[in-house]
């Protein structure tokens, strides 16, 4: 089981410029959240995405959007980037939004995002 | 409004006990985990907590207290391997994934 894994790795990026990031679920997971870790601080979240649709979303702007695929796998878009917007992004996967919790999420390595 | 504290940095010796606490004020519960980041790393998962009272596995342990809106989390026979940061983060009711964190403390084992 290849757990939970988010491409790329690293990514250096130009302030205005857009960035998607990649994520696909541990496998037997349907539902995938998405949060930003700035340096020194615990993750924030972001959104979540369950049977193709954004189910829950935290304190961020539209500027950050997301997609899931049939196959559960999900993309976070972010345009019009912003210095502030440097952080480790990780993804994490679970199963069933909505139902009582029986498994912990299981995190990616994350995708360390920089803007310049 | 959400508020999940804990100390910012901790230091203990290799072989002794360690308690890491974590105070809470959420709109909603379902549930308190615990997890170790590496630095660089991404977060790994240590226990959950969603009743009152003590889970142990292995050398760590995690405390709740509902009422109290309070958790601690206890290592044992301290690593140097143990030194990184462990998170706090309460799951919101009603939904699954959906994290709040608190800032996480750095932990120091020294030989």
């Known amino acids: 089981d290849a757990g939970v894994t988010q491409s790329p790795t690293h990514l250096i990026k130009t302030r205005g410029q857009q960035v998607t990031l990649r994520c696909s679920p541990k496998s037997g997971h349907d539902t995938v959240s998405w949060y930003q870790q700035a340096l020194g601080q615990g993750p924030q979240f972001i959104f979540q995405y369950y049977e193709e649709e954004e189910r829950q979303r935290g304190n961020f702007p539209d500027r950050f959007s997301g997609h899931q695929f049939p196959n559960y796998s999900s993309e976070l878009n972010v345009n019009a980037l912003l210095l502030g917007d440097s952080a480790l992004y990780l993804c994490?996967?679970?199963?069933?939004?909505?139902?009582?919790?029986?498994?912990?999420?299981?995190f990616g390595q994350g995708t360390r995002l920089t803007v310049v | 409004g959400q508020n999940i504290d804990q100390p910012t940095e901790m230091t203990a010796t290799e072989g002794a006990i360690v308690q890491i606490n974590c105070t809470y004020q959420t709109s909603g519960f379902n549930g308190l985990f615990w997890y170790q980041q590496h630095a660089g790393e991404a977060p790994t998962f240590l226990s959950y907590n969603v009743l009152d009272g003590l889970e142990e596995k292995g050398r760590f342990s995690s405390f709740l207290s509902r009422s109290k809106g309070y958790s601690y989390l206890l290592l044992k026979e301290l690593q140097m391997k143990d030194s990184a940061s462990y998170l706090c983060?309460?799951?919101?009711?009603?939904?699954?994934?959906?994290?709040?964190f608190g800032k996480g403390t750095k932990l120091s084992v020294k030989p």
């Open positions: 983060a309460v799951v919101r009711g009603g939904s699954q994934g959906n994290l709040i």
């Open positions: 994490a996967s679970s199963t069933g939004t909505g139902k009582a919790w029986k498994t912990e999420a299981f």
